[in-house]
């Protein structure tokens, strides 16, 4: 059982930065961030492979990063610049299957959630 910790959620206006951390208990192959505003969707972010090859959400491609140390099993995600429409609680999700196989959003580990408000 792995567990996930998420941090550095905050309020911030738009054109701010934000860095979320994602701190794993334990090894996993694929991580990634979803987040879910309210009354909607839960919908992907982004994806890191144990590679660390990464892809993004077109509606954040170009403004955030997503990253990992593999040292600390800590996943990162930088925003910048955040728009109001990224407000948001944020998860943090890995799982010990390739990220290939994890399109669809099934990953077995998943943080609490960290809230992002930005704005205008």
């Known amino acids: 059982q792995v567990q996930l910790m998420e941090s550095g959620g905050g309020s911030v206006q738009a054109g701010g930065s934000l860095r979320l951390s994602c701190a794993a208990s334990g090894s996993t192959y694929c991580m990634g961030w979803f987040r879910q505003a309210a009354g909607k969707q839960r919908e992907w972010v982004s994806s890191i492979t144990a590679g660390g090859n990464s892809n993004y959400a077109d509606s954040v491609k170009g403004r955030f990063a997503i990253s990992k140390d593999n040292a600390k099993n800590t996943l990162y995600l930088q925003m910048n610049p955040l728009k109001p429409e990224d407000s948001a609680m944020y998860y943090c999700?890995?799982?010990?299957?390739?990220?290939?196989?994890?399109?669809?959003?099934?990953?077995?580990?998943w943080g609490q959630g960290t809230q992002v408000t930005v704005s205008s």
């Open positions: 999700a890995a799982d010990t299957r390739a990220c290939m196989f994890l399109r669809g959003g099934d990953y077995k580990y």
